[in-house]
């Protein structure tokens, strides 16, 4: 499998799970559950950013800093990374259920510039053995993991 098959495999169920905070957070009552929710995606926006960082945008570095694109990528990961933590100090729920919109809204746009910017240029840019090999090394990401 390519790195960019298997990235874009959980692009999908973020996309699954984006729909449920969505609909889910304007009912949210308690400051717990906005927090518990918003937990759950920094844990597994952590590991995909990390992943995706390591086997892709690495591999990709010199193509993006040609478009000045490199810094972009990091801080897009690290604005929504800073809002989800900004709801674990919130002190309304109100707030914190805002907060969690706008996470899963930048993180929307974010998603959707990597599948039609950054996964297609991966695939022009890096050979098929190359995109193989990367795919390879995200199976293997439970036995060694990614730091
Ligand atoms: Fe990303
Ligand atoms: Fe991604």
Request: proline share 3%; hydrophobic share 45%.
């Amino acid at each position: 499998m390519k790195i960019t098959e298997a990235l874009l495999a959980e692009h999908v169920v973020f996309h699954n799970l984006f729909d449920y905070l969505e609909q889910a957070a304007p009912k949210l009552k308690s400051l717990a559950e906005t927090r518990g929710l918003a937990s759950l995606l920094e844990a597994m926006l952590e590991v995909h950013s990390k992943v995706e960082d390591e086997l892709l945008i690495a591999p990709l570095e010199p193509s993006f800093s040609q478009m000045g694109q490199a810094e972009n990528f990091h801080r897009e990961h690290e604005l929504v990374e800073a809002d989800l933590k900004l709801i674990q100090c919130s002190r309304k729920v109100s707030e914190a259920r805002d907060l969690l919109l706008r996470a899963v809204l930048l993180s929307r746009k974010h998603f959707d510039k990597e599948e039609r910017i950054v996964f297609p240029l991966a695939e022009k840019q890096l050979s098929a053995k190359s995109l193989s090999l990367l795919g390879k090394r995200w199976g293997e990401q439970r036995v060694v993991p990614i730091t």
